[in-house]
């Protein structure tokens, strides 16, 4: 079970940054996958989602229009571009992969990512 997520950074509010999960054939094959954050003193949150074939997305209301979820199922790779960065947007931002191949509730997932720091400055 392999995933690794990487892009994070710090970058001044309004900016965009671009995450990369690569996952092993074996965790994302069929699979719905996701990204998920934690910021500082808070729950673990939902982001955002995508079915195993798309074009199936689903995303969190206030990263709807910010947020664009994608992925390369040849290269077993899962994005994240985050546009329009807010500090509110600060946090640990992990991938993840459903058990499913739609994406049902957060519970679902089961395989995660050791997780990328996103620092947005005002």
């Known amino acids: 079970v392999q995933l690794q997520a990487s892009g994070g950074g710090l970058v001044q509010a309004g900016g965009s940054l671009r995450l990369s999960c690569a996952s092993s054939?074996?965790?994302?094959?069929?699979?719905?996958m996701g990204w998920f954050r934690r910021a500082p003193g808070k729950e673990r949150e939902f982001v955002a989602a995508i079915d195993w074939r798309g074009p199936s997305t689903y995303y969190a209301d206030s990263m709807k229009g910010r947020f664009t979820i994608s992925r390369d199922n040849a290269k077993n790779m899962l994005y994240l571009q985050m546009n329009g960065l807010k500090p509110e947007d600060t946090a640990v931002y992990y991938c993840?992969?459903?058990?499913?191949?739609?994406?049902?509730?957060?519970?679902?997932?089961?395989?995660w990512g050791q997780g990328t720091q996103v620092t947005v400055s005002s």
């Open positions: 054939k074996r965790t994302s094959s069929n699979n719905a």
């Open positions: 993840a992969t459903s058990k499913w191949s739609r994406h049902t509730t957060d519970s679902d997932y089961i395989y």
